[in-house]
C-alpha cells in the first residue's frame, strides 16, 4: 500500500497563505498517474468532509466553502498533488489529510497535517 506523506502546515494568521505537498512514496509513475486524489480536513469537533479533488485527467471539484480561494494540483512526474490556499480564515483550522483512490486497490489516506488559523 502507498505512503502518503504530508507537509507544509502550521499556524498562519488569518488573510494568510499555505501550500500543502502530499508525496506518493515509493509509488511508481504507473501507478499513481491514473489514480484520483483529494484533500480532505477535519475541523475539531467536526467531520471529515472533502475539500478538493483532482482527477486523473485534472479535472478539478472544490468545496463550496474554499471555492476561490484554495487550488488542487498535481505533480505525476514526482508523483505529488498540492493544497494551495489563500485568503484562510479561522474556520479553515482543522488536520488536513491526503487522499488517494485507486481503481485497482481503493482509498489510501495521509496521517494528516495541522492547519491552525489564527493569530
Known amino acids: 500500500q502507498a505512503l502518503l506523506v504530508e507537509s507544509g502546515g502550521g499556524l498562519v494568521q488569518p488573510g494568510g497563505s499555505l501550500r500543502l505537498a502530499c508525496r506518493a512514496s515509493g509509488q511508481i509513475f504507473s501507478v499513481f498517474a491514473p489514480s484520483d486524489m483529494a484533500w480532505y480536513r477535519q475541523p475539531p469537533g467536526k467531520e471529515r468532509e472533502l475539500v478538493a479533488r483532482i482527477t486523473s485527467d485534472r479535472t478539478t471539484n472544490y468545496a463550496d466553502s474554499v471555492k476561490g480561494r484554495f487550488t488542487i494540483s498535481r505533480d505525476n512526474s514526482n508523483k505529488k498533488v498540492f493544497l494551495q490556499m489563500n485568503s484562510l480564515k479561522p474556520e479553515d483550522t482543522g488536520v488536513y489529510y491526503c487522499?488517494?483512490?485507486?481503481?485497482?486497490?481503493?482509498?489510501?489516506w495521509g496521517q494528516g497535517t495541522q492547519v491552525t488559523v489564527g493569530q
Open positions: 487522499y488517494q483512490f485507486r481503481r485497482d486497490s481503493g482509498a489510501t
